[in-house]
């Protein structure tokens, strides 16, 4: 199984921009998709995640109004809508596959390669 990010870029502050992960193999419905992100000389922290059988998604505190977690079970994708964006949210996306829920990056076992996010100021 591979996790294949994309979609970041480079925004001003208040904008909006959309991340996809698409996974390779097949996904079930145990399984929990994670969101976390990653500035530079601080730890990976957890940004969102959605269980694919439900769809029940979950935030961090931090982002909870302003990103949308999805996903596409026909594509086998999982989408961050990400909007009114700040400079705190720079780092290094990378979205994840777990077996339960869980916010901290220990709990997921399979690791995109990770996408780029930078919103100036």
């Known amino acids: 199984v591979q996790l294949q990010a994309s979609g970041g870029g480079l925004v001003q502050a208040g904008g909006s921009l959309r991340l996809s992960c698409a996974a390779s193999?097949?996904?079930?419905?145990?399984?929990?998709m994670g969101w976390f992100r990653q500035a530079p000389g601080k730890e990976r922290e957890f940004v969102s995640a959605?269980?694919?059988?439900?769809?029940?998604?979950y935030y961090a505190d931090s982002v909870k109004g302003r990103f949308i977690v999805s996903r596409a079970k026909a594509e086998n994708t999982v989408y961050l809508q990400m909007n009114s964006l700040k400079p705190e949210d720079t780092g290094v996306y990378y979205c994840?596959?777990?077996?339960?829920?869980?916010?901290?990056?220990?709990?997921?076992?399979?690791w995109g390669q990770g996408t780029q996010v930078t919103v100036s100021s």
């Open positions: 959605i269980r694919w059988g439900t769809g029940g998604t």
């Open positions: 994840a596959r777990g077996n339960s829920l869980g916010y901290a990056p220990a709990d997921y076992y399979v």
């Open positions: 193999g097949r996904t079930f419905s145990s399984h929990v």
